[in-house]
């Protein structure tokens, strides 16, 4: 119970920074970052659609910016379509996964590869999600062991029984 409140008050604190750096004058990154703070922490309290909500609202002030890297706005792609396919809408999941293919961080190029495994898993692909799982930890670099971990138990389940 005491970190459920902690919880609580983490949102609180995210969510008044976030409204006072939108009044005041903040460089549009630093707003986008208290968004998706407010956004994590709302998933982390399971309140999914209020994370929906932030990202999506950091995403249109991303999408507003002139000068916004395009890794910044894949990353908030990228938990769009997790946070669409924990909702089981998987046409929203694959559209977002489908607008990252120009990402050239391979950090986030792993990431859609491998919820794009679990795209094809959720939908019965084996095959198409053995491939990206594959595929995502080629992509991933060597010194990211805890994300490679994720992926090998992915591809592991996929691959079943020897």
Known sequence: MRARG???EARQAATGASTWANAASVPLAEKVKAMEVVARLDFLADDAESARTHYQTALEMLSSGEHTPSEDIAEVQ?????LAMLRGDYDSAKKFLDQLTLVSDPHLQADRLNNL???AEQRGNLQQAHSFYAQALGALPRNLHHQRE???VNLARVEGPH
């Open 6 to 8: 902690q919880l609580t």
């Open 78 to 82: 990228n938990n769009l379509a997790v």
């Open 150 to 152: 994720i992926i090998e």
């Open 117 to 119: 495994g679990v795209l």
